[in-house]
C-alpha cells in the first residue's frame, strides 16, 4: 500500500465575514496599517477585500455574498475568531484607537506573567486582540 501524498499548502488567509466591506477594510487600513491588494469587483460596491500586514493577508467578504455565490450560510452567531495584532507599546495603541471611537473590549493588563494586552472590535464586532511581551526586566 502506498501513502498518499500530504498535499502541499501555501499563502494562507484568514478572511472576516462582516456586513459592510468596504466600512470593514477602511476601518483595518487606517486604523492597523493594512494595505488593499486586492477587491471584487474593482467599480462599485465590494463583496470581497483583501488586506496585508506583514506576512497576513485578511480577507472581508460579505455575508450575503458567501451565501449567494457560494451556497454557505455564516454569521448571525457570537464571534469564533480574532485578530492578533503584536505590538510594542499596548497602552498607547488602545489609547489611540479607542480615542477614535474603536469600541473597547478589554482595557490594557497583565497576563501569564509575561504579555500585555488589550480588545478591541471592529466594525462588526470581531475582536482584536492587541498584544506585547514584556520587558522581562521588570
Known amino acids: 500500500m502506498h501513502a498518499q501524498p500530504r498535499p502541499q499548502f501555501r ?11 468596504e466600512r470593514a477594510a477602511r476601518f483595518y487600513t487606517a486604523s492597523f496599517g493594512f494595505v ?14 483583501e488586506l496585508k500586514l506583514d506576512g497576513l493577508l485578511l480577507g472581508m467578504a460579505s455575508v450575503e455574498s458567501v451565501a ?3 451556497g454557505i450560510r ?11 495584532l503584536w505590538t510594542d507599546d499596548v497602552d498607547a495603541a488602545f489609547a489611540r484607537l479607542t480615542a477614535v471611537g ?6 490594557p493588563y497583565n497576563f501569564i ?18 498584544v506585547m511581551q514584556l520587558d522581562p526586566s521588570t
Open 36 to 49: 488593499e491588494t486586492f477587491r471584487t469587483p474593482k467599480q462599485g460596491l465590494p463583496i470581497h477585500v
Open 102 to 107: 474603536v469600541p473597547a473590549l478589554r482595557a
Open 74 to 84: 455564516v454569521g448571525g452567531g457570537p464571534p469564533r475568531a480574532e485578530v492578533v
Open 68 to 70: 449567494e455565490v457560494h
Open 11 to 21: 499563502e494562507p488567509q484568514v478572511n472576516l465575514y462582516v456586513t459592510d466591506v
Open 113 to 130: 506573567g509575561k504579555l500585555r494586552a488589550a480588545w478591541v472590535a471592529d466594525p462588526d464586532g470581531n475582536p482584536i486582540q492587541l
